[in-house]
């Protein structure tokens, strides 16, 4: 019945966007840590080559206006997995009033629906979401395996002395005594690929959570870069990326050999802004304003990049608002189950190109973060509109991102009615929580 359901599904959707019968499709979710726009060349970067990523662009459709979940890993991560915006899910920072928050048993996740519609469900590089033992540890939360680093402080090691399976550290004794032997990307790449290939014969989902380009910053070479005149760190910065990119390309390449290729989605994004010694170098935002921890565009916008050959149109583009919170009700729609109550929206029209898209719905932010620009930041995207301020009660900042994509000019005095509409949609979708003090004015750090 399932089957006949995703059939008709498909049959109704084809007239409309041109797409051909298909099986249930295989899904591939890269998310890269740390990485802006202007890292890619599909989104204008020239410092780094990324072949792959911008094959993946060339070959699908890429998204100018899409956002992530937060501005720093852990709460982008709960928003990708539950469909809660950060007003709402239960991690809204790295860490808390009471330490780290693991996602609490019972809720739905993202791999949880996948598994109960009959994928295998594969996760590998950074959770963050509940460490060994906890309620969110990864396998308790919807995935038949997870391997690579549960905690996001033991992810700041690229040669650690143990990675985790479905919550048990295995040693590495290439690294044992604090040597360098084992490089962790390494092993979880072909962690990836293996899961990949052993279910080759059912449908999957695939998180590839990599932590590449994320400090520490460590790599066993970096000879590609080594003609640059940048700094080390800056020349290591570099490789990490490429790296990253290499790793997008083996897995397309292995999608080939085993004929899984047309049948699968692969969905290229990035846990929050640009970080690290070669942002300014590179221009990792794309000249937008703010980095990492930063509810300004440059902390915020992703990369969003969908392959699916014979669905998605090669080479072609959206500017639909789109965020990671829309990914749990995607990845319903796409597999052709309900979807459950969510904060997104599904992204399938847009995804195939369909026409006469729904108008888009505001998407929501709210971090708690005491590296960033204010120990409290909202934000909303709203139609053109950007609105954005450092307590509950304070003076909303707003800018029109068409003619202003650096929010550079506040244009708040001259649109009161936009100014009382966002207000709005903040005091509405802000929840408060036990584990986070919403100030009413800005806080002095």
Not at 61 to 78: D, E, H, L, N
Not at 220 to 233: I, L, N, Q, T, V
Not at 369 to 388: C, D, I, L, S
Request: aromatic share 10%.
């Amino acid at each position: 019945m399932a089957l006949l359901r995703i059939y008709i599904f498909f049959i109704l959707l084809g007239p409309a966007v041109g797409a051909k019968e298909v099986s249930r499709p295989n899904i591939v979710l890269i998310l890269a840590d740390d990485s802006g726009l202007g890292e890619f060349g599909c989104y204008g970067g020239t410092a780094i080559p990324t072949p792959n990523i911008d094959r993946l662009a060339r070959e699908g459709r890429r998204f100018t206006q899409a956002y992530s979940g937060s501005a720093v890993c852990a709460p982008t991560r709960a928003v990708l997995m539950t469909g809660q915006h950060t007003g709402h899910v239960i991690r809204r920072a790295n860490q808390s009033k009471v330490g780290l928050l693991a996602l609490p048993a019972g809720i739905t996740t993202l791999p949880g629906l996948l598994r109960q519609a009959g994928y295998a469900t594969g996760g590998f590089g950074k959770w963050g979401l509940g460490n060994e033992g906890t309620t969110g540890a990864a396998e308790k939360q919807g995935f038949d395996l997870f391997y690579g680093y549960y905690d996001q402080v033991h992810a700041h090691s690229y040669f650690p002395a143990d990675l985790t399976r479905n919550g048990v550290r295995e040693p590495l004794p290439g690294n044992a005594g604090g040597a360098r032997g084992q490089y962790a990307h390494d092993l979880i790449e072909a962690e990836t690929l293996r899961f990949i290939e052993a279910n080759r014969d059912r449908p999957f989902f695939c998180y590839a959570a990599w932590t590449l380009p994320h400090a520490n910053f460590e790599i066993p070479s970096h000879a590609a870069f080594a003609d640059r005149p940048w700094p080390e760190d800056v020349k290591i910065h570099a490789a990490m990326i490429a790296r990253l990119d290499e790793s997008v390309g083996k897995v397309l390449a292995r999608l080939k050999e085993l004929g899984l290729d047309d049948n699968t989605l692969v969905i290229f994004t990035s846990d929050n802004g640009a970080d690290g010694p070669g942002k300014d170098i590179f221009n990792a935002t794309a000249g937008l304003r703010g980095f990492k921890r930063d509810l300004h565009e440059g902390g915020i916008r992703a990369p969003l990049i969908a392959r699916w050959p014979g669905q998605i149109a090669p080479g072609s583009t959206s500017d639909h608002l789109a965020g990671h919170v829309d990914f749990l009700a995607t990845y319903a729609a796409v597999v052709g189950i309900p979807i459950p109550p969510t904060d997104g929206h599904s992204l399938l029209p847009q995804l195939m190109g369909k026409s006469g898209e729904p108008a888009t719905a505001p998407l929501y932010w709210e971090i708690y973060e005491p590296g960033g620009p204010a120990p409290f930041q909202q934000a909303v995207r709203f139609g053109p509109w950007k609105g954005y301020r450092t307590g509950t009660q304070d003076p909303l900042e707003l800018f029109y991102l068409p003619t202003d994509r650096s929010e550079e000019k506040n244009v708040s005095l001259a649109h009161p009615e936009i100014v009382r509409e966002i207000e709005q949609i903040m005091t509405r979708e802000h929840t408060p929580s036990p584990y986070y003090d919403a100030p009413k004015n800005r806080m002095v750090r």
